[in-house]
Structures are given as structure tokens and as C-alpha cells.
């Protein structure tokens, strides 16, 4: 849906959303949505977590794991 809406006022959601998974400890942050994933992708390296954290689709997940 909204791949190409830029966020103009406050705080942008991504950065909300990435902050609230960091606040997890978690080493990886997967998703199933492509739009959700160029979020977390960003906000992850905008907040500079990008060394420590990895963001993947549950799908490249679980092939790594299988």
C-alpha cells in the first residue's frame, strides 16, 4: 500500500516501530511484508543498529534454517 508515502509531521513510524524491536534485544527482526521490511531496514540503520541487528523476510529466515 503506502511504499511511496513519505511521512511529513512527527515522528516517523518506521523509527517507532524499529525502536520498540530493538527495545527486545533481539539479533534479528523478520517480517513477512516487503513494505514492513524497507521500514525496519531503515530504521534499523538510521537508529545505527545495522552491526548488531539483522533484518530478514520470515521467508529467507526459514530457508536458512532449513
Known amino acids: 500500500g503506502k511504499f511511496w508515502f513519505e511521512e511529513n509531521t512527527g515522528k516517523k513510524v518506521n523509527i517507532d516501530r524499529t525502536e520498540e524491536a530493538l527495545s527486545t534485544d533481539a539479533d534479528i527482526v523478520a517480517t513477512g511484508c516487503p513494505f514492513c521490511y524497507v521500514m525496519m531496514d531503515d530504521g534499523v ?19 536458512e534454517r532449513t
Open 45 to 63: 540503520k538510521d537508529l545505527g543498529a545495522d552491526e548488531s541487528v539483522i533484518v530478514q523476510d520470515i521467508a529467507m529466515l526459514l530457508d
